[in-house]
């Protein structure tokens, strides 16, 4: 989120393809680094898709998601602290906050639908290339290109947030949740469309 911001204080020097990188490598770090410690679970959406699988209790889930949030709220908080008042208006307010929000011309419905298939394809990375005992273990690397690809193609359309937990942190602390449906139920379909199929159709027999 704040390369989104800082992107705007340099007059669009980062563009879509730096913003892409620096999320993709970011949890493409993150998720190498904490894997052994909690699986590397960011995401409200990937934590719900594992549930589905099998792979994380019930009880264990709901702890990873309101870790997640209270972590994305204090990143937001963070966001304020830093960029708050910095130029004239505010590039904070600019940029709402660092929080994702629809492209002009796209309704909530829209927004829902491309968040979901963002979401899926993220998802997908994880399970297929993290979680899957066949696959081999680069799954930190993988994973961060997919959000790579998905914001380059996504970002413009709905910022490509893929993570309930991405979008609410910054929106919560700027005090705007009125795109609440379309980044929670977007990726939440996504994710769940993927862990279905992965567990159905592409699970090792």
Known sequence: AGSIIVDIITGNSIG????????????AVL???????????FNPAVTVALWLIGKVRTIEGLRFIAA????ATLAGLTLKLAFLGVQSPSVYDYALGGSPALGAGLDALQGIVVE??????????VLMTAVDA????????????????????GGPLTGAAMNPARWFGPAVVYGDLSQAVV?????LIGATLAALSVRYLFAQR
């Open 16 to 27: 879509i393809l730096g913003i892409a990188l620096v999320h993709g490598l970011a949890l």
């Open 31 to 41: 998720a190498t680094a904490f894997g052994a410690i909690s699986g590397g679970q």
């Open 68 to 71: 997640q949030l209270i972590g």
């Open 116 to 125: 979901a298939i963002l979401t899926a394809l993220l998802v997908y990375a």
């Open 134 to 153: 066949r696959a081999p273990k680069m799954g930190g690397l993988f994973i961060g290109l997919a959000v790579t690809a998905d914001i380059i193609v």
């Open 183 to 187: 980044y929670i139920a977007g990726p």
